[in-house]
Nanobody, 121 residues
Framework: QVQLVESGGGLVQPGGSLRLSCAAS????????MGWYRQAPGKQRELVAR???????NYVDSVKGRFTISRDNAKNTVALQMNSLKPEDTAVYYC???????????????WGQGTQVTVSS
């Protein structure tokens, strides 16, 4: 069984910073793409940033230049450094990882439980 556990959400003023972390644990044969998604009230869940096992990243346009995704392959962790936060960044942030738990079982998309980020003065 694979689990993703997030931490680091909270309340921050506009212009502030937060760092989200996510650790994958359990049966992990290989860990492929990892990423962060978010869902604001009344809106669909959207991709924020993703990173491949080789370190290639992509970001939604609204966070480019403000957010940075990184990962530690040895520890199966992914982080999201969020700077210059805006009220429109307020959402529940979810960690996602495509993990192959065992050979030759195919990879599966796992999700964390979500962490609330609120940007407000």
């Amino acid at each position: 069984q694979v689990q993703l556990v997030e931490s680091g959400g909270g309340l921050v003023q506009p212009g502030g910073s937060l760092r989200l972390s996510c650790a994958a644990s359990g049966s992990i044969f290989s860990n492929n793409d990892m990423g962060w998604y978010r869902q604001a009230p009344g809106k669909q869940r959207e991709l924020v940033a993703r990173i491949t096992s080789g370190g290639t990243t992509n970001y939604v346009d609204s966070v480019k230049g403000r957010f940075t995704i990184s990962r530690d392959n040895a520890k199966n962790t992914v982080a999201l450094q969020m700077n210059s936060l805006k009220p429109e960044d307020t959402a529940v942030y979810y960690c996602n990882a495509n993990i192959q738990p065992k050979w030759p079982i195919p990879s599966y998309s796992y999700w964390g439980q979500g962490t609330q980020v609120t940007v407000s003065s």
